[in-house]
C-alpha cells in the first residue's frame, strides 16, 4: 500500500514536471553543456568593458549569437557601458548575470547573494528593461546554499564544459588547443571565455567563428543550446528604478 502511494506520487510528479518545463533546463541544477549536438555556445564572462562593442560586430558580422554573463562593477561601472550593453541585447545576443560584484556566492549569507542577483537585475532593468533568468557563478562556485537560493530566484545555472583557460594566461593558440582536442562532436560545448581580454575578443573569437563554420557548428545562445530559447529571460514587466550609477 505504502510502496504503490509512493509510486503513484512519484508518476504525478514526473508528470507534473513534465508538464511545466517547456523543454528548457530546470532552475537551480548545475548545467555545462547544450542539450543537442551541432551547436556552439560561446559565453564570455565579466564584461561589459572597453571590448563589448567591437565583440558585438566581430559577432554580427559572422551571423553569430552570444551569452555575454555580466557583472555590475568588475571592471568598472556597468552604467558606463550602458550603450555597449544595449548593443548586445538589440542584436539578439543573451544577456545573463554574473552577479553585482563577482564573488564567491557560497561565502555569502542567502541575503548575500539575492543582493548580488537583484543589484544586477535591477541595473539590467533600468538598461535594458529585462531581467535575466541565468546565471554564470564567479569562479564556477556552486557550493554551500549558492543554488537553493538561486534556485528560490528562479535562476537557471550555467558553468562550462570547455576552459578557455584565458584567464589563466593560455595564449590563444593555446586556448585553440583545448577546443581542438575537446572536438566538434557531441552536444554543444559551453565555453568559458573572458571579454575583457583584448586577445580573446580580437584572436579567439574570429578562429572559434571559423572553427563552427568548418564543423558545421551552429553560433547560439546558451539558452538556444538548451532548448529554451524563449526562457532567456524572467517573465514579467518591470520598471527602471531612475538609478544610473552604481
Ligand atoms: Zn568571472
Known sequence: ML????LAGLLMASGAAAGCTHGGPSPGVVIQQCSKPGMLALAYDDGPYIYTSDLVDILDAAGAKATFFFTGTLYGCIYDQATAVKK?????????SHTWTHPALSGLTEDGIRSEMTQLEDALVNIIGKKPAYVRPPYLDTAGQT????KSMGYKVITVDVDSGDWNKNTPEQSEAV????GAGGNGHIP??????????????PWLINWAKENKLKLVTVAECLGDAGGAYQKGNFKPNGKTTC
Open 88 to 96: 548586445a541585447f538589440k542584436s539578439g545576443h543573451q544577456v545573463a
Open 192 to 205: 568559458l571565455m573572458h571579454e575583457p581580454y583584448n586577445s580573446t575578443v580580437h584572436e579567439l573569437t
Open 3 to 6: 510502496a504503490e502511494t509512493v
Open 147 to 150: 543554488l537553493p537560493v538561486l
Open 179 to 182: 577546443f581542438l582536442a575537446a
